[in-house]
């Protein structure tokens, strides 16, 4: 809320973490995923984020970023199977659904607003190393 300053935008980025979360579950299977959470995100992706009155109002600004996120995203799974600078390069292309938050800040308080605070946004919700990143593949 400190960054954002708008409820719904709040909202929306927080169902987007959590849709980003679960369909990365889904694909490395590394956790359960249960029905519940399953039928929990339909209703997320298929109505709660269209009924949210800041995507609603943004969505042109964002659905790019959530595309272009969604193939980083993609691309960096497909890397991670690859040699050590393939791995370099998913380290920096998996975690880029960031730039959503981004762009929310921006269009909840504008462009100075962003640059004062995009270095810290990053830096606290991009904690892990490469080294901590490339051990747990």
């Not at 369909?23 to 995923?33: E, G, Q, T």
């Not at 959530?66 to 193939?71: A, C, E, K, L, P």
Request: with cysteine.
């Amino acid at each position: 809320m400190e960054w954002l300053g708008d409820k719904h935008a709040v909202h929306f980025v927080q169902m987007v973490g959590e849709c980003s979360e679960f369909f990365d579950d889904l694909i490395d299977k590394d956790k359960p995923v249960s029905d519940d959470w399953i039928c929990s995100m339909l209703f997320k992706l298929m109505i709660d984020m269209h009924e949210n009155p800041f995507f609603s109002y943004h969505k042109t600004h964002l659905l790019p970023i959530m595309s272009m996120s969604i193939n980083c995203w993609l691309d960096a799974n497909a890397l991670e199977r690859g040699d050590d600078n393939d791995k370099n390069r998913a380290f920096v292309l998996r975690d880029l659904t960031i730039e959503v938050l981004l762009r929310s800040i921006e269009l909840v308080r504008g462009r100075e607003y962003l640059r004062s605070v995009s270095l810290p946004v990053r830096r606290f919700f991009l904690h892990e190393t490469l080294d901590e990143y490339k051990e747990s593949l």
